[in-house]
C-alpha cells in the first residue's frame, strides 16, 4: 500500500510540474502583442552617447522610444515596421526590420523595382519615381528560396504617394 502512495503522490507532483510549465509557457505566449514602430528620426537625439535610428511606437495611449544602432543610409524618416513587445512590459520591444509595413490610411502607388544586391537577409532594390532611387530591404531567412531571388529580377514597388523615398518591394507582385 505504501508504494501505491508514493506512486500517487509522484504522478501527482508530475502532473503539477506540466500543469505549471504549460500555464507559464501559455502566460509567455499571451504576453507577446504586436503595433507599428515608426522611424522619426535618422539619429539619437542630440548630446546622447548613442548613435542610430529613433523610433516610436504607442500601446495604450503611451508613446515609447526605441533606439536602433543600425545606422542604415537607406532608411528614410517616416518608415514603419511591425514590432513585437511583451504587453506586461512593453518597453521589453522589437523591431522586426523583416516586415516593413504602410497604415491603410496611406495613400500608395506602384512603380517597377529591379533587385541590384540580393543576399541571404536583405537585397537593395532601384526603382524610378521622377528620379532613380535605390533602397534596402530585409527579410528573413528562406526568402531568396521562396521567391527564387536574383539580381535584376523586376517585381512591384508600392510607394508612398508625395514621399517615394518610403518605399517597399513586393515580391508576391512580379513585374
Known sequence: MHRHSVFFVMVGVLFYVGISNARAQSKKEKR???TIATLMDD????GSNSDGLKFEYVVKKHTYT???GNNNITLVKGDKFRLQYDS???VDAKILFEEPVFLPSEKLDDAEGTLKEVHKTYCLFKYHVVMERTKIQY???GTVEKYHLKKGDKFEVRFLL???ERAIINFDTPY
Not at 539619429?43 to 542630440?46: F, V
Request: hydrophobic share 20%; no cysteine; proline share 16%.
Open 88 to 90: 506586461l512590459n512593453p
Open 66 to 68: 526605441i533606439l536602433d
Open 162 to 164: 508625395g514621399y517615394p
Open 139 to 141: 527579410y528573413y531567412e
Open 32 to 34: 507577446q502583442s504586436y
Open 43 to 46: 539619429h539619437a537625439d542630440p
